[in-house]
């Protein structure tokens, strides 16, 4: 086990940059975002309740208003791996596609700062305190699946330097220790989006 938590810290430490890279673009969204529902922005205020809106009839919140708060956070959490983490850490064999996504995504989190009748969740205590540490738990995990597709995506188009890996071996074209840091980082990434979705749907 402690063999395999050092190979998880090195691959974390060779993805650092983009996964800090992919943290400060999702941080950005989300204070664009707040900062455009506060100021009473008729785009981002209708953005977000048709967001809202539409969400309501989406199998996550299906379960959850039938009283089934454990299998909304599994729904939640297989959407927010599958459908949100995965795509992003491939678009970052491109290097350059996950951070649009990454700022989307997080002008969306910041956009729902405000509830249903545009009163800053903020300015209650527990409501602020939930809203800060369920955003805070899903965009680690996003950070580091989008940074490490991006760490790939460098090794892979720049090889030689900073970004090459030193260890040989192809993997269907993509060097073999950049798809296994990959893997290892994603052994962080699956339990923390769980934690994150466990968080979202029980401690309300």
Not at 60 to 85: E, K, M, S, T
Not at 171 to 195: C, K, M, Q, S
């Amino acid at each position: 086990m402690n063999a395999f938590l050092m190979t998880v810290r090195r691959a974390l430490q060779r993805a650092r940059a983009p996964i800090l890279w992919m943290g400060l673009t999702y941080l950005l969204g989300v204070v664009a975002g707040g900062v455009m529902v506060h100021n009473h922005s008729n785009f981002a205020l209708s953005f977000r309740d048709n967001l809202v809106g539409r969400a309501q009839t989406s199998s996550v919140l299906v379960a959850a208003n039938r009283g089934f708060p454990f299998r909304a956070a599994c729904f939640d959490f297989a959407g927010n791996l599958g459908l949100g983490a995965v795509p992003s850490t491939i678009a970052g064999l491109s290097v350059v596609l996950p951070f649009p996504q990454a700022a989307f995504r997080g002008w969306v989190g910041g956009i729902v700062s405000v509830d249903g009748q545009h009163k800053s969740r903020l300015g209650n205590w527990r409501e602020g305190s939930y809203y800060l540490g369920v955003l805070l738990l899903q965009l680690i995990p996003y950070s580091l699946a989008g940074g490490a597709g991006v760490r790939l995506g460098l090794g892979f188009l720049l090889p030689k330097g900073r970004w090459g890996y030193q260890a040989p071996g192809k993997w269907f074209w993509l060097p073999a220790e950049g798809v296994r840091d990959v893997a290892r980082i994603y052994a962080l990434v699956t339990p923390l989006f769980l934690v994150a979705s466990l968080v979202e749907f029980l401690a309300r």
